[in-house]
Nanobody, 123 residues
Framework: QLQLVESGGGLVQPGGSLRLSCAASGVTLDDYATAWFRQAPGREREGLSCISSSGVIINYADSVDGRFTISRNNAKNTVYLEMNSLKPEDTAVYYC????????????????WGQGTRVTVSS
């Protein structure tokens, strides 16, 4: 059974950086499409970026384009989200999700989710 555990969130000043991790157990992540989503207070969950089983990266959110980068370390069975030039509007709970099929920006397409990690960008 696939389990996902996010880590790496916290409080950071505007302009700072964080790296989020999504560690998987029970399956091999390079057999899955894995995506990062976020949900800000009072807003719907937003798809940010996805890496397919073959390593193809698809970015969905213009608001983070050029600042956030998804990657995967197969040896560690972990997917990362490198976040740079953080802004207060990046404050949200960040989730990783995985599915054995294709990447998608829609949360309903993903069957497995982590518990989320909170990111707060504030001075």
């Amino acid at each position: 059974q696939l389990q996902l555990v996010e880590s790496g969130g916290g409080l950071v000043q505007p302009g700072g950086s964080l790296r989020l991790s999504c560690a998987a157990s029970g399956v091999t992540l390079d057999d899955y499409a894995t995506a990062w989503f976020r949900q800000a207070p009072g807003r719907e969950r937003e798809g940010l970026s996805c890496i397919s089983s073959s390593g193809v990266i698809i970015n969905y959110a213009d608001s983070v384009d050029g600042r956030f980068t998804i990657s995967r370390n197969n040896a560690k069975n972990t997917v990362y989200l490198e976040m740079n030039s953080l802004k207060p509007e990046d404050t949200a709970v960040y989730y990783c999700a995985a599915d054995p099929f294709e990447c998608s920006p829609y949360e309903g397409e993903f069957g497995s989710w982590g518990q989320g990690t909170r990111v707060t960008v504030s001075s």
